[in-house]
């Protein structure tokens, strides 16, 4: 099988689960590297390190912003001058959009967020959640070049060999960006839920500290918002420790204690970590189906009834004010920092 | 303006939706109008309010689905389509984006199609880019806050990296997530006037195209393996103990 594996990047900085698509190329027989933007040395050497055996490279002014348009057209003429039997991306908001219009152009379909790959000839057939996960499907593409997006953390990531290097093939940008980029906002980190190993996630009861006393002047609302700051800072702390993301439950996101993108959940981001802690999230059906395939769940909530007692391994009924803290300092003691 | 939301019907959230002799069944659950559509929805009527204009909204489905259509009525849109024919019961998102972009074009002089984020039952996320290619039209996707301005469309794209503005000509299609606000409740003349509307239903032969060849094809359909959690509850006297327990079996779990 002929592999293309497309490295997202923004900015530079690469989107791990695409060193999960090369690994899973490399299983599968051939695979080089398709990378577009501007000032490209840096990916073009980790696709190599990470097995690479070419690289595509389109390095353009037009391609330094993401925009869908140009990236499709030139990412369609490459894969009908190479003509792989597949195409695989990591899945991010980027390749959604940029596999659904390179499909068009293909006349070709995508399999999107797989979890599961077995290859059968020239074809592969993917496993890939849906009904926000309470099915399976298994699927096919039926044209010569499938395309698939691979869902973060589904598939193991190859072994780094530091000084491999081979064959950079330059890709002419092909067509006119139809949107420009006027600006990105400074204010926010990028919230990799994704990708993340550890997720400490805070509900609403982040902002049910009664015993904390808001500075004067803060009305209501505002009170509400830097009491759950209050929380949502021993929860960042907690994630600090052990090194994750903070996640949020959609209650915390709607209540302004926290950005949108954070959100775990049927309207937010469904992940997959090692481990997920649950800080006062009742665990709503729709917060659940974004996190319930965690590997260990650990929930802390004052509230023994509360449903997401159900899908966790381990919990803690008590109040997160107190248990959060105490937890931090735990893991900073054992884990010896 | 003239504004088309795409929306799809789909089984509630709460629906235990199960694999039967290789078919999808949800039991009594009800079907819904797919939530984020209800977003896609949402964001149409804000800019029907800020400049003027109408929505329609547009689904490919059953006759059933009729009932999401009468929901995006009663939140405020002005025209609702069904698209139905046999030969669409097998489509996969570019065969249903080449229904669309068709349905776009008979609808005339949209200035504006607006698409939910994904659907909740196959939810690929990918129709709205996907019409967007068969119309042409610049795709503006993720939009969580839109702003017309002459010509152009401005969106707020919220993605993992944070907020990006993104500008592009009309007619544009969009994508629109939570970020846009609560999508409204249906007000009670809202309810009564979509429970009178009589919703056209469209066919191929309206809309002068065949068939699309579906691509994408399910083989077979897997129930995951059962999860098995029981939930061990970690006591102790004081924080610090149960803190301490809980991160010794934490540590035994080998995930950190
Ligand atoms: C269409 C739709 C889409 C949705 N999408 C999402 C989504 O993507 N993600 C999502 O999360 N939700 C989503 N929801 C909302 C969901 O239904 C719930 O409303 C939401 O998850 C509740 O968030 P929560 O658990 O933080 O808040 P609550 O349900 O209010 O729970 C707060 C919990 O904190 C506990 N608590 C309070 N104080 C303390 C304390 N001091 N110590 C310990 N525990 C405490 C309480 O016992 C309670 O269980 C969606 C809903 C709809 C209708
Ligand atoms: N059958 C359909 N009829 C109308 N719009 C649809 C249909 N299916 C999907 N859409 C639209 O496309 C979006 C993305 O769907 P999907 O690509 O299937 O995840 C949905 O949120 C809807 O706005």
């Not at chain 1, 080089?32 to 490209?40: T, W």
């Not at chain 1, 769940?297 to 107190?322: M, T």
Request: aromatic letters at 4%; a negative charge.
């Amino acid at each position: 099988m002929k592999t293309l594996v497309y490295i997202d990047h923004f900015k530079g900085e690469i989107q791990p689960a695409s060193w999960e698509a090369l690994g899973l190329g490399k299983s599968l027989g051939s695979v080089s590297a398709i990378v577009f933007g501007k000032g490209l040395d840096a990916i073009i050497k980790a696709a190599f390190e990470h097995g690479a055996e070419e690289v595509y490279a389109a390095d353009d002014a037009a391609l330094e912003d993401f925009r869908v348009e140009v990236y499709a057209s030139t990412l369609s003429a490459l894969a009908s001058s190479t003509n792989p039997n597949l195409i695989l991306f990591p899945m991010t908001a980027r390749t959604r959009e940029l596999t659904a219009m390179t499909a068009m152009d293909l006349n070709s379909g995508v399999l999107t967020d797989v979890t599961g790959l077995e290859a059968n000839g020239d074809k592969v057939i993917a496993t890939r959640p849906i009904y926000e996960g309470k099915l399976l499907e298994k699927v096919t593409c039926s044209a010569p070049i499938q395309l698939v997006t691979i869902r973060g953390r589904a598939f193991p990531k190859p072994a780094q060999e530091p000084v491999k290097t081979g064959k950079v093939n330059k890709v002419e940008v092909k067509s006119e960006a139809l949107t420009t980029v006027e600006g990105y906002s400074a204010s926010e980190v990028a919230v990799n839920l994704g990708d993340a190993g550890i997720i400490v996630t805070g509900g609403r009861g982040v902002s049910n500290n009664p015993s904390l006393t808001p500075p004067d002047g803060l009305d209501e609302k505002q009170a509400e918002i830097w009491r759950a700051q209050q929380g949502f800072a021993l929860v960042t702390d907690l994630a600090g420790v052990l090194g994750g993301a903070v996640g949020a439950s959609r209650a915390a996101v709607d209540g302004g204690y926290i950005t949108y993108a954070h959100q775990v959940g049927q309207t937010g981001k469904v992940v997959s970590p090692d481990l997920y802690i649950a800080c006062g999230v009742s665990g709503a059906i729709q917060h659940l189906v974004g996190m319930r395939n965690a590997k260990v769940i650990v929930a802390i909530n004052k509230d023994p009834e509360a449903p997401i007692f159900k899908v966790a391994r381990y919990g803690v009924v008590g109040d997160l004010f107190q248990v959060v803290p105490a937890l931090t300092e735990a893991f900073k003691k054992k884990l010896g920092k | 303006m003239k504004i088309i939301a795409c929306i799809k019907q789909v089984p509630d959230s709460e629906a235990k939706v199960k694999a039967e002799n290789g078919q999808i069944t949800w039991g009594e659950a009800p079907l819904v109008i797919n939530p984020f559509d209800e977003y896609a929805v949402e964001g149409a009527l804000q800019q029907k309010e800020a400049l003027g204009g109408t929505v329609a909204a547009v689904c490919i489905g059953p006759e059933s689905a009729k009932e999401a259509l009468k929901h995006a009525l009663a939140m405020g849109s002005d025209q609702a389509i069904l698209i139905s024919d046999p030969a669409l019961s097998i489509l996969d998102t570019a065969g249903a984006a080449r229904v669309l972009a068709a349905a776009v074009k008979k609808i005339g002089d949209a200035d504006m199609v607006v698409f939910g984020r994904q659907t909740l039952d196959d939810g690929t996320g990918l129709t709205a880019a996907q019409t967007a290619r068969a119309l042409g039209w610049p795709m503006l996707g993720l939009a969580g806050q839109i702003k017309v301005d002459g010509g152009s469309v401005q969106i707020e794209r919220v993605t993992e990296e944070g907020r990006q503005s993104l500008k592009g000509k009309l007619p544009a299609v969009l994508s629109v997530v939570q970020s846009i606000g609560e999508p409204r409740y249906p007000s009670f003349m809202g309810i009564r006037k979509a429970s009178k509307a009589e919703i056209p239903v469209w066919t191929l032969a309206d809309l002068g195209i065949a068939a699309p060849e579906t691509v994408v094809k399910r083989l077979e359909i897997v129930t995951p393996p059962a999860r098995e959690t029981v939930v061990e509850i970690i006591g102790g006297e004081t924080p610090a103990q149960i803190a301490e327990q809980l991160a010794d079996k934490v540590l035994a779990e080998k995930v950190l």
